[in-house]
């Protein structure tokens, strides 16, 4: 190795440890009724000034201290996605006018960055009047007192569904989730970010493979787009070329084609694969996504510029089939019904070939959402065949993640759906799609595949000591939350075959083989250390890790001494 290549060999590691480093964490569950701790409540306060809330007349504090220090465009800064020295000045001064904040208060805080960046108080006043609000909230808590007068049949007030980051106004905790009113997604905020995510998104499917994927599966959930207003719509609209129209009511219920010129990129044809709860609660919003699908398949352009219509017209030419068949694309459970059961299966381990979880999904999920030729509506006719079809043109799967707090180890929901279409897929397709998911959580765009993503969850949480610490500060429960990671983990090499093998041999010998840390762990909860040993033993006897015989032979060991803990 040359030393130029040792020098960027070395820039392109610290660049990983910087962003594992600034991943933000959750380091510890919430106890109910508890208020945040002073470390917890900073880190989020600094998280909710690195964003512009126009609605508060607040600028993002790095914003603000770029400007002052004189370095002309921070939304360019945002988009690089290497470490700089610049961007770390910007974080470090962020992070101690927070610290400032903590003690302080406003004034001195406000005060303190005018001194040490040149930023003028009022423009960073704004900002730390909004965090004083937020700080006094996070200080009271009503959860309990809530919790008792809903038991006694008591009104609620009710509140908005959201993270704080995403959006401030979800505190005081302890009220009446609302959900959002379908019309309004997605809103102007969202279809502005959905351009920026679905551009980075397409550039690197189109560096990697060079050129763009055929069709695309999406898969699109109910609570993530009330938090974000419909990010993951706008992302789908944005992927045809339509974007939302409004009526005379203020309604997102037209489309409006962005033309090929202003467009510069082939309209994507997508599979849209929605939750139950994204049913329930959008249908105006499904209608949309349908209506948006038939418009651009009906548009008389070149077919190397519209994929929709190359697709349904390549579908009808070779199968005799009609329009409104070969136009479906929002597909979901059957009415009443919830989930792709792929995480049971998971779970459980009640699969032989892994075919089957990919056929699982599609059996849950292949009931279209449409129109018939007479314009009538149709929810959820079975459609097994038009959505196997659909998905064997797919070389690319995504979802949209927003929350830092469940991330695609935490819950098996990530996995199941992602994980689960991924897998249709590459039986249907007969080749595996590139899987692709987004970070929205942070004010600059990234994209990144899914065993990145999940090396980056792993060594952020999972291998964390700031994470596992903080689970296990709650005793069996936090056991329980690393087995669950575990397992999560292994659901992503079921369905995906996404998971590098020394992410297991990092957990075996993290929680398993460190004998401190397994006394801790078996004292605590027997029984999840049990069944992360066993976890890991089919991990090997299905071929995803292979492990020293000397780590095997202390798993079995293990096993054997738990028996049935
Ligand atoms: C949803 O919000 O749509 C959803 C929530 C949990 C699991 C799957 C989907
Ligand atoms: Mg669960």
């Known amino acids: 190795m040359n030393h130029n290549d040792r020098d960027a060999g070395v820039m392109r590691i610290y660049e990983q440890l910087v962003e594992i480093e600034q991943r933000l964490i959750p380091t510890g569950l919430h106890v109910f009724g508890r208020p945040a701790e002073l470390k917890e409540k900073a880190d989020l306060l600094r998280m909710v000034a690195s964003f512009d809330r126009p609605e508060f007349g607040a600028l993002a504090l790095p914003r603000l201290i770029a400007e002052a220090l004189g370095i002309n465009s921070y939304d360019s800064l945002l988009q690089e996605t290497s470490a700089s020295e ?37 423009k960073s006043l ?95 959930w109910g609570l993530d787009n009330i ?3 419909g990010e993951g719509v706008a992302q789908a609209l944005h992927l045809l070329g339509v974007r939302p129209v409004r009526d005379g009511l203020n309604r997102a219920t ?5 033309p090929l010129e202003e467009l510069k ?62 136009v479906a694309r929002v597909f979901s ?31 849950r999920k292949c009931f279209a959402y449409t129109r018939d030729s007479k314009g009538q509506t149709i929810e959820g006719r079975e459609a097994r065949a038009l959505m196997d079809h659909a998905l064997s043109r797919v070389e690319a799967t995504y979802q949209n993640i927003d929350s830092f707090e469940v991330g695609i180890t935490d819950v098996d929901h990530y996995f199941e759906y992602l994980g689960g279409i991924s897998k249709a897929v590459e039986k249907r397709a007969q ?12 004010p600059q765009t990234r994209i990144r595949s899914l065993a990145e993503t999940i090396r980056l969850e792993t060594r952020a949480k999972t291998l964390n000591p700031k994470w596992y610490e903080g689970m ?18 292994f659901g992503w090499s079921a369905t995906t075959d996404a998971v590098d093998p020394w992410i297991y041999t990092d957990i075996a010998k993290t929680f398993l083989l460190d004998s401190i840390m397994f006394d801790r762990l078996h004292e605590l909860n027997p029984y999840s250390v049990r069944s992360l040993t066993k976890r890991l033993l089919e991990a090997h006897d299905r071929g995803y890790w292979n492990p020293d015989e000397e780590i095997l032979e202390k798993l079995l060991n293990i096993i054997e001494d738990l028996p049935g803990a």
């Open 86 to 122: 610049t961007k770390e000045l910007i974080d470090s001064i962020v992070g101690e006018s927070v610290r400032q904040f903590c003690h302080g208060g406003s004034d001195s805080a406000a005060k303190w960055l005018s001194t040490r960046a040149n930023v003028e108080v009022q």
């Open 126 to 220: 704004p900002v730390f009047l909004l965090l004083a609000n937020i700080a006094e909230q996070l200080d009271s808590n009503h959860e309990i007192d809530s919790l008792l007068r809903s038991l006694r049949g008591e009104y609620i007030e009710p509140g908005p569904g959201a993270d704080i980051v995403q959006n401030p106004q979800v505190l005081p905790t302890g009220r009446n989730t609302h959900a959002v009113n379908p019309y309004s997604v997605p809103s102007h905020l969202a279809f502005t970010r959905a351009k920026l995510t679905t551009d980075a998104l397409l550039r690197r499917h189109f560096e990697e493979h060079g050129r763009y994927p055929r069709a695309m599966a999406l898969v699109l």
């Open 227 to 229: 938090k974000t207003q």
């Open 254 to 258: 037209e489309i409006e084609v962005i």
């Open 265 to 326: 990129r082939p309209r994507m044809d997508l599979v849209m694969t929605v939750s139950g709860i994204f049913r329930d609660l959008f249908a105006p919003t499904m209608a949309l996504l349908d209506k948006a699908v038939r418009r651009v398949a009906a548009l008389d352009e070149p077919l190397d510029m519209n994929y929709v219509r190359r697709n349904v017209s390549e579908k009808i030419d070779g199968d005799g089939g009609v329009f409104d068949d070969a």
């Open 333 to 363: 459970n059957a009415p009443g019904n919830y989930g792709t059961n792929v995480n049971f299966m998971v779970m459980e381990s009640q699969w032989e070939t892994s075919d089957a979880l990919g056929d699982l999904f599609v059996t």
């Open 431 to 442: 080749a595996r799609p590139a899987i692709y998911l987004s970070d929205s959580l942070s």
């Open 472 to 489: 296990l500060s709650h005793g069996f429960r936090g056991v329980a939350e690393i087995e669950n990671h575990v397992a999560n983990t």
